[in-house]
């Protein structure tokens, strides 16, 4: 059975996808809850999905005319490695047609354990086709590295989004 996408404000699992967003994501990479569900009226998809009634997890996303951007995407624990992270990718992919598609995370340091949490969250995005753009920046006191999937990567509309539109999500 298919993946059921739901945005928040419709969804009926607002408890898991707001317990998920806090477990998944450290403070200091999170938008404050209240600016998040505010922004996704307008301004971005925040949606839930679920399998046969069981919340599987979440995606934040905004749409430019030039690239797609998913700001987070997170599984339940007891539900990763199973192949649901790869098939919200799939959405994403679908959702965004000829558009790049734009992700952050955070930047992997050359010390940093093979099998460590950064390690495992970059290879799980290169191995779903993502690449590396050499692009990086700092905001809020965490280093992040640009990935991007399909087409050539908008670097210079991309750095105009960040100093644009990032700080709305903060405020």
Same mark, same amino acid.
């Given at each position: ?71 987070? *995407? ?7 490695? @199973?192949? &649901?992270?790869?098939? #919200?990718?799939? +959405?994403? !992919? ?52 640009? *990935? ?7 670097? @210079?509309? &991309?750095?105009?989004? #960040?100093?644009? +539109?990032? !700080?709305?999500?903060?405020?």
């Amino acid at each position: 059975m298919e993946l059921s996408k739901t945005s928040y404000a419709r969804s009926r699992n607002k408890r898991e996808m707001k317990r998920l967003y806090f477990q998944a994501f450290p403070k200091a990479e999170r938008v404050p809850w209240r600016i998040l569900k505010r922004r996704s009226k307008r301004e971005c998809s925040f949606d839930g999905y679920d399998r046969e009634g069981k919340f599987i997890g979440l995606t934040v996303s905004l749409e430019t005319e030039q690239f797609l951007l998913l700001f987070y *995407l997170a599984v339940c624990a007891d539900l990763r490695s @199973e192949g &649901y992270g790869g098939e #919200l990718l799939a +959405r994403m !992919r679908e959702r965004s047609g000829k558009k790049p598609i734009v992700l952050d995370i955070e930047e992997v340091p050359p010390d940093a354990p093979e099998d460590g949490q950064l390690q495992r969250r970059l290879k799980f995005y290169l191995s779903n086709g993502y690449r590396r753009t050499g692009f990086r920046f700092e905001a809020y006191g965490v280093r992040y590295e640009t *990935l991007c999937f399909g087409g050539e990567f908008p670097a @210079e509309a &991309y750095r105009r989004f #960040l100093r644009e +539109r990032l !700080r709305l999500f903060r405020n």
